[in-house]
């Protein structure tokens, strides 16, 4: 007999089945016993009537993997839909301690922390899987949408031979007699790549050496990036990203209904038009209007609470959850151009949602001239990026480029408190790949 999962039950109505998974949930009651079988397709109630079959159970634990056979038959008493009759039991790899977190009730009661602690566990939830199938529907999204609007796929490497960004902090590790870093972006590489595809993007790991300990930062995250040569300006990737972010939400509302009623979910709302613009000094402006908060800022940028403000100020005039905020501080790094017009501002752009930045970018300088020249000023050696510079001192478009924050996007959508419950295996301060540093107690989180 072919093995089916959960998701195929109304195929099988009134057949003899065999379904394999993991042992979610069981009771006895009396003459009978009630099994909930986990697979990739979701849940399934089995019931149990012969003793003998019943004694397979004793001394197991959720978490075992069974194989079950017996008559499907439609239960619309139950919250399953089916179940399986007269199921006669297999202990494929038996459990015999209990689960340190149950994870067979409607949700996981537990604290954050222990939640991270006994991670391969609690990801077997119903609802944590649901949160990490909706971000694979995200990466999925990303990039069929991105191929549709004429962008190619590309690798960048991981390991680098110099720092990719100035403004933040990088992981230095061995490399045979030398040293290596670990990316902190792909920008170089995309760029590099626009001069080769014209429109490319990539999806990959990257990592931050910045000591923060706030619920919306970590050490290492999925960034989703894009890159586009011969605009005219910047606002031709903002009408990219829009395009992006509503085939994104679309799909999700197409293929992930299920996973986001178990939560219920309200998607982000979007704009009918264009997406609403400011820039970060008008933005600073109507903070203080609305609250008191001086405008006058020592950098042109935005702290937690200002993005709140501005999020809610947003949702009351054009109804949406979406802001775009321009031309930030004047860049450090020394590959975007300033803003002509006001020199203290760099042409950049940050697409907030729900009092968050999802994704930065910044009009990139295509002028090799110009990069040796900021490079120079920065005290930087152009002996560590030759290839960089090859690409532009042999001709490269105007471009400009964008990356979203996968983890930040997932936690935004579900509305989660702290970034580390969007993230499969978190790294910070205390964990590494979401195991506690040896010798760190944990702290709280800012």
């Not at 195929?8 to 016993?33: D, P, Q, S, T, Y």
């Not at 720092?163 to 990316?183: D, I, P, Q, R, W």
């Not at 400011?278 to 209007?289: D, G, N, P, R």
């Not at 017009?341 to 009009?363: F, I, K, N, Q, V």
């Amino acid at each position: 007999m072919k093995r089916i999962v959960a998701s195929e039950l109304k195929e099988h109505v009134g057949e003899e089945v065999l379904m394999k998974g993991w042992l979610h949930n069981f009771r006895k009651l009396g003459n009978i016993a009630f099994l909930v079988i986990r697979d990739r397709g979701g849940l399934t109630q089995v019931v149990i009537t012969d003793k003998t079959e019943m004694d397979k159970l004793d001394n197991l634990y959720t978490g075992t993997i069974v194989e079950v056979t017996g008559k499907l038959v439609e239960a619309p008493k139950s919250k399953f839909g089916f179940e399986i009759q007269d199921g006669k039991l297999k202990v494929l790899v038996p459990v015999t301690y209990p689960s340190p977190i149950d994870i067979s009730k409607d949700d996981v009661h537990a604290e954050l922390d222990t939640m991270l602690d006994y991670r391969s566990v609690v990801l077997r939830h119903p609802k944590m899987q649901a949160v990490f199938k909706v971000q694979a529907g995200i990466l999925q999204a990303f990039a069929e949408s991105m191929r549709r609007q004429g962008f190619t796929e590309f690798r960048n490497p991981i390991l680098l031979g110099s720092a990719s960004e100035s403004g933040a902090s990088v992981f230095e590790v061995k490399y045979f007699e030398g040293k290596a870093y670990l990316a902190q972006s792909p920008q170089f590489y995309k760029q590099i790549m626009t001069g080769i595809f014209e429109r490319v993007f990539t999806i990959g790991t990257v990592f931050r050496a910045e000591k923060h300990n706030t619920i919306r930062h970590l050490m290492e995250i999925t960034q989703l990036d894009g890159e586009m040569g011969f605009i005219e300006d910047y606002d031709e990737v903002l009408v990219v990203i829009e395009q992006v972010t509503r085939d994104i939400f679309g799909y999700l509302e197409k293929n992930f209904k299920k996973e986001l009623d178990l939560w219920k979910v309200t998607l982000p709302k979007l704009p009918e038009g264009r997406f609403p613009k400011l820039k970060i000094k008008e933005a600073h402006k109507i903070i203080e209007e609305r609250t008191g908060k001086s405008a006058k800022r020592e950098e042109l940028d935005m702290d937690p609470e200002d993005e709140k403000e501005i999020a809610k100020y947003i949702f009351e005039k054009f109804g949406t959850d979406f802001l775009w905020l321009l031309n930030f501080k004047k860049d450090k790094n020394f590959y975007t151009w300033n803003n002509p017009d006001d020199p203290d501002e760099s042409l950049s752009y940050d697409l907030e949602c729900r009092g968050l930045e999802w994704l930065s970018g910044t009009h990139r300088i295509h002028i090799y001239e110009k990069l040796v020249e900021n490079m120079k000023k920065q005290g930087l050696s152009g002996d560590d990026a030759k290839h960089y510079l090859q690409a532009f001192q042999y001709g490269m478009p105007s471009e400009a480029g964008f990356s979203f924050g996968l983890e930040r996007m997932t936690k935004q959508i579900f509305g989660f408190n702290n970034i580390r419950e969007a993230t499969l295996f978190p790294s910070d301060l205390n964990r590494v790949a979401g195991a506690r540093r040896k010798g760190k107690e944990n702290e709280n989180y800012e």
